[in-house]
């Protein structure tokens, strides 16, 4: 089963209040601090409420640039150090750590936080990713008060209670440098705050952040749990992440598709397509239904080589875009782009159920093929 576990040690308080997301790839894979992400999310923060707030950073190891890096956080030394056996029963750890951190006074009650650079340890018919993403969840599942929330190579989720700019701050992000980061300010919507649950939710080297709510959340669910993933994270952006892991890695389904399949033509629109385009879409609709992402939202997605924002089809929740020569931005408002971006050549606000991508270059690509 596909999924992660962690419900224990969050607050009953909850706060009603808006959802801040952004997003920065620079093209080229050229490495920036992590700063500039928590410049551009502190300049929304009206939209969050002290309850949850996190980033995830691609290129952030490249001492370990293959290896898979597990964030791991713990309610108490004794599920970290049952969750360790485990980790080091399923894995061949090449080195692990403390994830460092720097006091802050507004962050409190903070879990035990490690981790680990590993590897598969080369046995048994599934590959690599398979076998990563089967032993996080099944780790996950099996040990209680504590929890993998980040599993990719060469990125790092780092998250928790708090405002974003704070939590930047405790995970002393201004030490990092990767070539795309995303950040998110506010907790789950409907569910309460708490460390595991807050944004961006990483699943191998997926990671989304999300602004919104996704109303048609039991069906995403029960559709995926055909697929074997399963959704424990109490909170409705997990299905977004898995519904890429499941159409990207699984089905091979190019971005395009994979947009029009979450956010979809209205069905008035298929029927004025050509023969053919009208044709694809239908089959679509037909074959993944289910899939459909109904509600108002906004999500920004990171993967390795690329970043994906994507509204719903009516746009409820706002989404805004910018370039600068190779480094393309993504956010809930224009405001925070022009924080750490004063004069972009472009900006532009797509359509609902438009993506807009940024990817690496193909040079890009070779080069870290190369390292």
Not at 107 to 122: N, S, T
Not at 204 to 221: C, P, Q
């Amino acid at each position: 089963m596909y999924g992660a576990t962690g419900s224990e040690g969050f607050s009953e308080e909850r706060i009603p209040g808006g959802c801040a997301i952004f997003g920065v790839m620079e093209e080229r894979g050229r490495r920036f601090s992590g700063s500039l992400a928590a410049e551009a999310i502190a300049a929304m923060r009206e939209r969050s409420n002290g309850l949850g707030g996190g980033f995830a950073g691609y290129g952030i190891y490249p001492d370990f640039p293959h290896a898979y890096a597990l964030h791991v956080m713990s309610l108490s030394h004794g599920a970290h150090e049952d969750l360790v056996r485990g980790i080091k029963g399923s894995f061949r750890v090449l080195h692990e750590e403390p994830i460092p951190v720097r006091h802050h006074p507004a962050i409190r009650d903070a879990p035990v936080l490690w981790r680990y650079f590993v590897l598969p340890p080369g046995e048994g018919e599934e590959d690599e990713e398979e076998y990563v993403a089967r032993r996080v969840v099944e780790l996950n599942s099996r040990v209680e008060g504590s929890l993998i929330f980040s599993s990719g190579p060469n990125m790092g989720v780092f998250k928790g209670v708090g405002y974003p700019e704070d939590i930047a701050e405790f995970y002393r992000l201004d030490e990092y440098r990767g070539y795309l980061w995303t950040a998110h300010g506010r907790f789950p919507t409907n569910t309460p705050g708490w460390w595991g649950g807050a944004h961006p939710f990483g699943f191998l080297y997926w990671s989304v952040v999300h602004n919104g709510e996704i109303s048609s959340f039991d069906t995403n669910r029960r559709y995926l749990e055909t697929f074997g993933y399963r959704c424990f994270q109490m909170t409705d952006t997990e299905v977004v992440v898995y519904l890429f892991d499941l159409l990207h890695r699984r089905h091979g389904l190019p971005l395009e598709i994979i947009s029009g399949i979450l956010a979809p033509p209205f069905w008035s629109e298929i029927e004025a397509m050509e023969e053919e385009e009208r044709e694809l879409w239908m089959m679509a609709r037909q074959v993944y239904g289910p899939a459909l992402l109904n509600g108002p939202f906004s999500v920004i997605v990171g993967h390795p080589r690329f970043m994906v924002g994507l509204a719903d089809r009516i746009m409820l929740r706002p989404l805004v875009a910018a370039r600068k020569g190779e480094m393309v931005y993504i956010s809930s408002e224009e405001a925070a782009i022009r924080a750490v971006e004063p004069a972009p050549e472009l900006v532009w606000t797509p359509e609902g159920g438009e993506p807009v991508v940024a990817e690496l270059l193909p040079q890009a690509e070779e080069e870290e093929a190369v390292a």
